[in-house]
């Protein structure tokens, strides 16, 4: 084996090996809830739109309903 292969071999293995420092247990990581409730927001609004429209739809059906039921009797 010439130097180059053995050194190709042994970079990835030397690599392989190298894990990430764990984080430091004395100070937690701060959570990051600002994003994810900016995230849910945007993704809440418009179904509560769509909710608040599907009521005012029904209860518009609702109200049509009891006049014609009115005006039947």
Do not use: W, Y
């Amino acid at each position: 084996m010439n130097a180059r292969t053995f050194a190709c071999l042994l970079v990835p293995l030397a690599l392989s090996a190298c894990r990430p420092s764990p984080p430091p247990t004395e100070h937690p990581p701060e959570p990051q809830a600002s994003r994810a409730t900016e995230l849910r927001d945007a993704i809440q609004a418009p179904l509560e739109k769509a909710k608040a429209a599907e009521e005012a739809a029904r209860k518009a059906a609702d109200d049509q309903r009891a006049a014609l039921d009115a005006a039947g009797q």
